[in-house]
């Protein structure tokens, strides 16, 4: 199977740019991660060839080939050994982190519609843990977040911070996964300091400022952590300091 997009000969303004054709080598007789060919159902017709392939399939690169007209080529074999090894991987993972996995993977891509689909569809299970559904209302925020709605954002930072058991202390178990990572939520920081971020977005700094603070009163948190909230507990006070100057200037008695 052969994947072409022409050898260039449009490409003005983009000459350091070369044309790649892609070999894909399949072996008909392997069956651990199926493929179909949907050619004569494809949207692009006869004229185009098309296969399915399994979500999850892995490639290894035999060879790559310089050839004329600045066209490479590059032979990709279908990896059976390595599929193994993802199944091995996937059978050790509970079935309700399914949806999961998958949300996190189009997420990644940016399919930020379709991810979201799938953390709904875990939302719906009414058995999950709530550390599970915690997770799962921060990552719909962050797709919020990355898609600008901010107010959706934050509906979806409160549902999270509600699923934290009540503590008297402010002291909670120090996350090993960073603000910006991935998986499960174990200490409520991201979510406060994104909850800042949001209001801080919307014009609302004396609540960005209280969820900052809460976020910094966090006792155990990882340095790094803390020095990003209170950065921006700064930013806050800078702010309202540049606020109070233009409001103070521009008063008819100053």
Partial sequence: MEVYA???????????CKSVLFELSIDEAMDARPFADITSISHFGEGEEEVLFTMGSVWTIDSVKEGDDSLWTVELKHCSELDSKLGQLFKQLPDDNTFIALGD????????????????RMLNEPLIPDEIRRSLYYKIAKINIAQGEHF????????????????????????????????????PLPI??????????????????KYFTEAADIKESDPVDRAIVEDSIGDRFECNMNVSLIAISSHPYS
């Fill in 152 to 187: 959706e954002a934050l509906n979806n930072l409160h549902e999270a911070l509600k699923l934290f058991p009540v503590v008297e202390t402010n002291t909670v178990p120090v996350s090993s996964q960073p603000l910006y990572a991935h998986g499960i939520i174990s200490s």
């Fill in 192 to 209: 406060l300091y994104n909850m800042g971020r949001m209001y801080q977005k919307t014009d609302h700094y004396t609540e960005a400022l």
């Fill in 105 to 120: 993977v189009l997420r990644e891509l940016g399919q930020h519609t379709k991810a979201k689909n799938f953390y709904y």
């Fill in 6 to 16: 022409g050898a260039g000969e449009n490409r003005v303004g983009h000459e350091s």
